[in-house]
């Protein structure tokens, strides 16, 4: 249940109720469909003693919450869905790369209030192994601080912070897995039996050999394969992130349990959205690729259940970057409509924007969105270019087919364009994880890499350069203006190119995606008032386009848009709606591309042969009818 309806429910019964009486309602509202999701997991006849240990755990959780947290959670839920407003803009960035430490990051909150941004999606925090540990995402704990970022203090008082300032925090739950160090994966390591039914461990290789059959690798070329041998415990393990990575076994209900107590110690210290990492893999079936099983879904649903009676304040986002028609199925399909994830990484869109930038049109682009179930209405996508992982390709192959196209050919046609296998592309990628097995691969790079301008810089093409700031906007302006909350990665803003320094060290050297991690370079922000560079021109376009996107309800999403088909194939349009509207297009060709004036008109956009884009603040006028829009340019029409 959403948290509007959710309160409305709750307030109906009684008024004046109690913090603790709400939770108390919150159970019992819950706890039907938490016990048929519980029972179709894990059989009644066999397990009703753990459901029943369970229920006596949701008080004790319950009581672990800080008062405070209660009644903003009580709050909240008034609020309705605050998710869905206009008024969110995000970032994403790893704390020690963005000002050292967690006292650093407090120190520069004006940098993103001046901005704009009020969402912040701090990379993992928590203690990890020494060497390896993709980043923090093998955990060896879910809620002590690494001494890196600071203490578990210092981030409370953060999360104060941002609470006073109106800003929000999201946090990662690794879900999926421990890290090998992780006390549970010590305990089977010495051989504790309990702890070994923790993780799928096998003495031999009959069961990993019948799994490899159908489990596809995530990281070939580092961790190939999907179980590792560990020598002290005798036994193998699965591992289909990286080796030391240990994926949890759900069918074991003590799991689930103890992995929810994990969920709200971490969202107790003040956390406003959980990124559920790597969802689509939390449950393993022989024969199948062990993603997106229903199985997952009914995991998902019974965490979001449960979080909701006892932290309904706080949200989760599903980081599932799988086919387009998969990520949907996050937000609760049939009987779990709206009650599996709030929120959704928009990987299609994406996927699909750098594909369109590849091949200068935008038909695949429009074919897929259109042909997208819609989504619930109480759910919303985080929408964004570039994050900390590299780029898939995961478009539909069957929709590729539909333009003509053979979908290896022209997976490998983008993975050449973006990763520096043709001379003529303007891109300075990497490519990720080829596997010439199957011929898949993933690409990695800045976004302003990808675009052009580090090319573009070392070749001293001021074109060239121009041309890639102007994509940069362009899909900034795309992201701030589609339904759902628009991500900047932090550096994006400022136009950061790729980092090489990661090869140079041993334990990120076979990652490429450490390329797009760089640190923040504020003698750049320290620059942006004085200089024409391309790092200012990004910087206040961007900031424009967030204070014009708050200033417009018409962008707070209600699943208010529409796509349309304007015949040319370099333009992009689609339009969000409600009492005033707004109409977005965009070019992505290299050249000057036109559209018939009265196609806009019909929409109420033109009058007098006249149109208002509300970034440049300008009326334009038509030339001999038609809308003419320069490579790469973006307008956001607003009628008169
Ligand atoms: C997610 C993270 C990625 C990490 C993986 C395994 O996909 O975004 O960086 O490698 O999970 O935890």
Same mark, same amino acid.
């Given at each position: 249940m959403n948290q509007a309806a959710l309160h409305k429910l709750l307030s109906s019964k009684k008024e004046n109720q109690s913090l603790d009486e709400l939770f108390e309602l919150r159970l019992v509202t819950n706890l039907t469909l938490i016990k048929d999701l519980f029972f179709s997991l894990y059989p009644e006849e066999h397990y009703r003693a753990t459901f029943q240990k369970l229920l006596k755990q949701f008080s004790k959780l319950y009581n672990s919450r800080p008062e405070n947290l209660k009644q903003q959670?009580?709050?909240?839920l008034k609020k309705g869905n605050w998710y869905q407003s206009e008024k969110l803009v995000g970032s994403q960035l790893y704390v020690d790369r963005?000002?050292?430490?967690?006292?650093?990051?407090h120190n520069k909150l004006s940098y993103f209030e001046e901005l704009g941004i009020n969402f912040l999606h701090l990379m993992p925090l928590t203690t990890r192994p020494k060497g390896? !540990?993709?980043g923090g995402y093998a955990v060896n704990s879910y809620d002590k601080i690494d001494a890196k970022y600071g203490t578990q203090k210092d981030f409370v008082k953060l999360t104060e912070t941002l609470r006073k300032k109106k800003m929000y925090v999201m946090l990662d739950f690794v879900v999926n897995h421990t890290s090998n160090e992780y006390s549970w994966a010590k305990k089977a390591i010495a051989g504790n039996k309990k702890y070994q039914e923790y993780y799928y461990t096998y003495a031999d290789r009959k069961v990993p050999d019948e799994f490899e059959k159908s489990l596809p690798e995530i990281?070939?070329?580092t961790s190939p394969g999907n179980f590792t041998f560990v020598l002290e415990m005798n036994k193998w393990v699965m591992t289909c992130f990286n080796n030391y990575q240990w994926d949890l076994n759900y069918t074991n209900p003590e799991v689930f349990l103890e992995m929810l107590a994990n969920l709200v110690n971490l969202v107790n210290l003040g956390v406003d959205v959980i990124r559920f990492d790597a969802l689509a893999f939390l449950w393993k079936r022989i024969g199948t690729t062990s993603q997106n099983l229903p199985e997952a879904h009914i995991l998902t649903s019974l965490f979001r259940m449960c979080l909701q009676v006892v932290a309904p304040g706080t949200i989760l986002l599903a980081e599932a970057i799988v086919a387009p028609t998969d990520i949907i199925k996050y937000f609760g399909e049939d009987g779990r409509k709206g009650n599996e994830c709030e929120i959704a990484y928009n990987a299609s869109?994406?996927?699909l924007l750098w594909n369109s930038i590849a091949t200068k049109e935008i038909g695949l682009l429009h074919k897929s969105l259109i042909n997208l179930p819609q989504k619930p209405k109480d759910s919303t996508w985080i929408n964004y270019i570039r994050s900390h992982d590299d780029i898939g390709l995961g478009m539909d192959d069957f929709f590729i087919h539909e333009m003509g196209w053979n979908p290896q050919e022209h997976r490998k046609f983008i993975l050449n364009y973006y990763c520096q296998f043709l001379d003529w592309s303007p891109a300075k990628g990497m490519l990720f994880m080829y596997n010439p097995k199957t011929g898949d691969g993933r690409i990695t790079g800045s976004a302003a890499s990808l675009l052009g301008l580090e090319k573009g810089i070392e070749e001293n093409n001021s074109n060239l350069i121009n041309e890639a700031i102007n994509k940069i906007n362009m899909l900034h302006g795309i992201i701030m203006a589609f339904t759902g909350i628009p991500l900047i990665y932090a550096g994006d803003e400022i136009a950061t190119l790729n980092d090489y320094s990661f090869l140079k060290d041993k334990n %990120? &050297?076979?990652d490429s995606r450490w390329i797009n991690r760089p640190y923040h370079n504020w003698e750049t922000v320290a620059n942006l008032e004085f200089k024409n560079t391309p790092e200012s021109k990004v910087f206040f376009a961007l900031k424009k386009l967030i204070a014009l996107r708050k200033k417009h309800s018409v962008f707070a999403d209600t699943n208010n848009i529409d796509f349309h088909n304007t015949g040319n194939n370099h333009i992009l349009v689609f339009e969000r709606k409600a009492k005033e509207?707004?109409?977005?297009?965009?070019?992505? !060709?290299?050249s000057r591309e036109v559209i018939d004036g009265n196609w806009i008109t019909k929409l109420g956009y033109l009058k007098n042969q006249m149109f208002r884009d509300?970034?440049?603040? %300008? &009326?334009i006028k038509l030339n001999s009818g038609f809308l003419e829009l320069n490579p790469y340019q973006i307008f956001w029409l607003k009628k008169f």
């Open positions: 959670d009580v709050d909240r963005f000002n050292k430490d967690l006292k650093g990051l390896e !540990n993709d990281f070939p070329e869109l994406m996927a %990120k &050297k076979e509207g707004i109409l977005i297009l965009c070019n992505f !060709n290299t509300i970034i440049t603040d %300008k &009326k």
